[in-house]
C-alpha cells in the first residue's frame, strides 16, 4: 500500500512537471487573400476585423472569416489603426492628423501638439498612445493629460522612426522600426526595457502586445519574433510571411498582416 | 461657291493652330527611379517630402519598380539637380531622374559619365561592399558609377558583392573602393567614417566590416 501510494505520488509529480514543459506554439491555419489590399494595420471592432490599406488609401472591413464588407476610401496613407469599441482610430501619414471614423462619420483627434507623420495609436481603457514618425517621439495621454517622450536617437528612451506602439499590462510598448528593437515604458514615459537586440531585426514595424506575449513584425525578415514579458525570446514566425507589417490577437487566432502578400496569416496555439 | 470653300478651309486652319497650341501642357511631368521604396513607411515619407513643392499634382509612386512620378508647373522650373536634392534629404538615392516638359523637350540625369579612348584599357573585379537593402544597392551603384572610369558596376544584396568593370588608365580599385566608403560603405579596402555610417538611414546601417 505504502508502495502504490509512492507510485502515485511520483506520477503526479512527473504530470505536472511534462505539463510545465509543454511547448505552445502558433502554429499556421489558413491565409485570407486580400486581393489587391495591400495592408499596413490591423485592428478588431464588434468581432469584425478592420484593416488599413496604405497604398490605396482605405479602409477595408472584413467579417470574422475574411469576407470583405465594405471599403471606405478618401484617406491620406492610413497607417496602423486601432479601436476604442466604437470606432476606428486612423493615424493618416500624408495628414498629420487622427481621423476617428465610425462607420459613417469622420472627425478629427483634438490634439495640442502637432503630429509630423502619426504611423500608429492604440487605445487602452481611456489611455491613448501615438507613433510620431517623424518626430521620433510617442505621445501619451493617461486619462486627462497628454505627455509626450522620446527625440531622434539609438539610445534608450529614443527613437528612430517608430511605426507602432500598443498599450498592455500597464505599459508602452514602441515598435522601434528604425533602431530594429522594442522599447518598453511605463505610463510615465521612463524607460523600462528593450527588447530585441540578440535578434538582428530590420526594420521592426508592427507590435502586439497580449497579457503574456510580445508580437513584433520584422518587416525586412519576413518574419515575427515572439517574447514573453521578459524580453526572452519563445517562437520565430516564418512560414508564408512577405513584409510583414501587423499582428492582432483576436478570440484566440493570431493574424499577421502581409504587405507585400496582400493577405492575412491566421495562426492558432497549440500544445506540443 | 468659291467665297464658302474659303470660308472652310480659313476654318480648318485656324482648328489646326489652335490645337496645335493647346497640345503643350503648362506642367512638367518628372519621372524618378528610386532604389528601396519597398518599405511603405520609406515610400510614403518620399511623398510626403516631395509635397513641400507647392504645385505638385498626380503623385504616383510604383514600390516594385521604385518609379516616382509627379506633375509640376512649368513655370516653376523644376531642375534635376533639385529633383535629385529632394529625393536626398527623404534619405534615398535617385538612380535615375528625367523631366519631361509642358512643350515636349526631355532632360535625363546621366548614370555614367565615362569615355573610352585608345587608351583605355576594360578590367573585371568583384570586390566586398558591405550593406543591407534595395537603399544601400541604390547609394553603391550610383556612387561607383559617378566616379570616371567606372563602366559598370552593379552591387549583389545577398553576396554584398560589387561586380566591377572598369578603365585602368582612368581610374584604379583603390580609388573606387575610397568613394565607396566615403558614401557610407565599408569594403575589403576601405572603412566609413563613423558619423558617416551613423547619418545613413536605419534599415541601410549594416553590420560593420572589422
Redesign the interface.
Known sequence: MELYKYVLALFLIYSISSCNNDTKEWSYVKTIDLGSTTPIGLTALEGHLWVSDGDNNQLVHLDSEGKVLFKEEGFERPMHIASDGKSIYVPEYGKDQITIFNGKERSQLNLVDSLDAPAGIHIEDGQIAIADFYNHRILFKNQNEWISFGKEGKADGEFYYPTDVHIANNKIYVADAYNNRIQVFDTEGNHKMTIGKEEKINAATGIYVSSSQVFITDFENDRVLVYDLEGKLVQEITEELEKPTDILLENESLYIANYKGKNLMVFKMIHE | MKNLLIIIISTFTFTISSNSLYSQSDRDQIEVQVDGL????CA??L??KF?EFKGIKDVKIE?ETGIFNFTYPSEKEMTLEKVESQVDKAGYTAVTTKITRGDGTVEESKQNITELSDKSEIVSKDIFVAG??GMCQARIEKTANSIVGVVKAEWDKDNKMLTLEYDKAQTSIGEISESIAKAGHDTKYSKAEEDVYNDL???CQYERVQ
Not at chain 2, 38 to 41: A, E, L, Q
Open positions: 519597398g518599405c511603405p513607411f510614403y515619407g511623398e510626403k509635397k514600390m543591407n537593402c538611414p536605419g534599415c
